[in-house]
């Protein structure tokens, strides 16, 4: 009986062990990414980072509301590990949740490069300018933002997610006297006209004011041979408004090494130019504002914030 009963213990051992031996590597390979502007098929553009890694990535794509009410639903048991927002806005919508908290040995470790905000919750992971796009036919063009509030007609396919530039141009304008400023603000908001989108029939002939990213990923503008993106927009004495596109870890992450993996990687890659989960977004720039010769407006990502809660609740 007992050799029986040995031999059983050794077999439910051995076959606990290879449970945990098959479970393990899966475990160590897997990093899910909740994400309200990246797709499930944007895996590819982390190829170089699986293939390095070995770590399989898979996109859930959900708006931020949603990732907050799950987060603060399932909690320790959340089933992703990373979040990646595509602006500042996004942020704003999970203030309230608890992300990993970032020591000065974590960032030490894993991230010498990466910019924090939020009580060292969040990272920037690329900024995402503001430029003027045109049709190269154009005879008179504005060359900072100001002036289009000066007579020439505007429209914004980025509308719904306006508010971010609305408080960059606010916080600008109120450093000028009050009339001035509210003489801009007004012509600005009259000269704005309605986006329309171009299709098989219509090619959009607009001048355009809107973000790197909207431009990249939209074939109808980017594929268009006679429309150009002014990257000297605000010119160089003043910089340029951005975006901020960012990433934080979810509290008690169950693949937590993996995310510290990914952050890893991220941070060693992210002043290269053919960087491709960065999309063509901008490293965070030098103290003088420059980043990859671009000169940007810079206010802080707390700042930001604040100023955003603040007009959310005029």
Not at 253 to 273: K, P, Q
Not at 275 to 296: A, M, Q, T
Request: proline content about 4%.
């Amino acid at each position: 009986m007992k050799i029986t009963a040995t031999i059983c213990f050794m077999v439910a051992l051995s076959l606990i062990g290879c449970a945990i031996e098959e479970a393990s590597p899966m475990e160590k390979q897997e990093l899910i990414i909740a994400s309200d502007y990246l797709k499930p098929q944007d895996t590819s553009l982390f190829l170089e980072f699986s293939k390095s890694t070995g770590i399989h990535i898979r996109i859930i794509s959900m708006p931020p509301e949603k990732i907050k009410s799950h987060i603060q639903k399932f909690k320790v048991n959340t089933q992703f590990d990373l979040v990646m927002l595509g602006s500042l806005s996004s942020v704003l919508e999970l203030q309230g949740v608890g992300f990993h908290v970032l020591s000065d040995s974590y960032l030490a470790k894993y991230a010498n490069n990466l910019k924090t905000f939020q009580q060292r919750q969040w990272f920037v992971s690329g900024l995402d300018p503001y430029y003027f796009s045109f049709e190269r036919d154009s005879t008179s063009l504005p060359e900072v933002y100001d002036q289009l509030g000066a007579g020439f007609l505007w429209a914004s396919p980025d509308k719904e997610t306006w508010d971010l530039f609305d408080v960059h141009l606010s916080y600008y304008l109120s450093g000028l006297n009050e009339q001035k400023s509210q003489n801009i603000r007004d012509q600005f908001i009259k000269n704005q006209v309605e986006y329309f989108q171009p299709n098989d029939s219509m090619r959009n002939e607009q001048f355009l004011l809107l973000k790197n990213s909207t431009y990249s990923t939209n074939k109808s503008l980017n594929s268009n041979p006679k429309r150009e993106l002014s990257k000297t927009t605000n010119l160089k004495a003043f910089g340029v408004y951005a975006d901020r596109k960012s990433m934080a870890i979810v509290d008690q992450a169950r693949n937590l090494g993996n995310a510290n993996e990914f952050i890893s990687y991220w941070d060693e890659h992210y002043y290269r130019e053919n960087f491709i989960p960065g999309r063509g977004d901008y490293p965070y720039p030098d103290k003088n504002g420059i980043s990859n010769g671009l000169k940007f407006y810079m206010l802080t990502e707390d700042k930001l914030l604040q100023l955003l809660k603040k007009e959310n609740f005029k």
